[in-house]
């Protein structure tokens, strides 16, 4: 059972900088790919970023591509989530998550553990 907890979100104007950790606990996340999705309400939730267990291999959305740098920790058993150039359409809630899949996959149903989110607002 793994169990992750976001923290970093809040309020940034456009253009601004954030920075999102994903702190694991229960078991070590080495063996995970990890991801990044987020959700506005009404729609579903969206990939964002994965990245391979040993962080040699990182995919992206069109979205953010160039503005987001996925990272992880595995010693410190963390999950980051580098976010420049913020845009209004960047609020939302962010989630991480894990995946025992073994590859670096950017759908929802082959994530098992999720985090509960930390709310990304970025002004105009």
């Known amino acids: 059972q793994v169990r992750l907890v976001e923290s970093g979100g809040g309020l940034v104007q456009a253009g601004g900088s954030l920075r999102l950790s994903c702190a694991a606990s229960?078991?070590?996340?080495?063996?995970?790919?990890m991801g990044w999705f987020r959700q506005v309400p009404g729609k579903e939730r969206e990939f964002v970023a994965a990245?391979?267990?040993?962080?040699?291999?990182?995919r992206y959305s069109d979205s953010v591509q160039g503005r987001f740098t996925i990272s992880r920790d595995n010693a410190k058993n963390t999950l980051y989530l580098e976010m420049n150039t913020l845009k209004p359409e960047d609020t939302a809630v962010y989630y991480c998550?894990?995946?025992?899949?073994?590859?670096?996959?950017?759908?929802?149903?082959?994530?098992?553990?999720w985090g509960q989110g930390t709310q990304v607002t970025v002004s105009s």
């Open positions: 229960g078991r070590t996340i080495d063996i995970y790919t």
């Open positions: 998550a894990a995946s025992g899949t073994g590859a670096v996959v950017t759908t929802r149903r082959a994530y098992g553990y």
């Open positions: 990245i391979s267990w040993s962080g040699s291999n990182v």
